[in-house]
């Protein structure tokens, strides 16, 4: 069984920051990207910031330049997001997602239970 675990939301005020993380742990044989998405009330589940194996990165224009993510390199199993300049906009629930094969089974997506960000204007 693979499980993700967040942490790291909270209540900010714009300008400010915050550091996600998340941890994946289980039977795992190989992670293959990992990253973050978010989902405002009302609205669809949007990507904000993935990470391949290899190291190339992939972030939703609204973050550029104000986001970075970066993996563990010792475990290989754990994603970061750090949060810099953070905006109203930005408020959402964050949530881990990570494309992983467990040593005993197929390769597949999996999802943490989410963390919330509120930025206050």
């Not at 005020?13 to 990253?35: E, H, Y």
């Not at 993935?50 to 993996?71: C, E, H, L, P, Q």
């Not at 109203?88 to 960000?117: H, I, K, L, M």
């Amino acid at each position: 069984q693979v499980q993700l675990v967040e942490s790291g939301g909270g209540l900010v005020q714009a300008g400010g920051s915050l550091r996600l993380s998340c941890a994946a742990s289980g039977s795992i044989c190989s992670t293959n990207v990992m990253g973050w998405y978010r989902q405002a009330p009302g609205k669809q589940r949007e990507l904000v910031a993935i990470m391949y194996s290899g190291g190339n990165t992939n972030y939703a224009d609204s973050v550029k330049g104000r986001f970075t993510i970066t993996r563990d390199n010792a475990a290989k199993n754990a994603v970061y997001l750090q949060m810099n300049r953070l905006e109203p906009e930005d408020t959402a629930a964050y949530y881990c997602n990570a494309n992983v094969r467990p040593c005993f089974s197929v390769s597949r997506d999996y999802w943490g239970q989410g963390t919330q960000v509120t930025v206050s204007s």
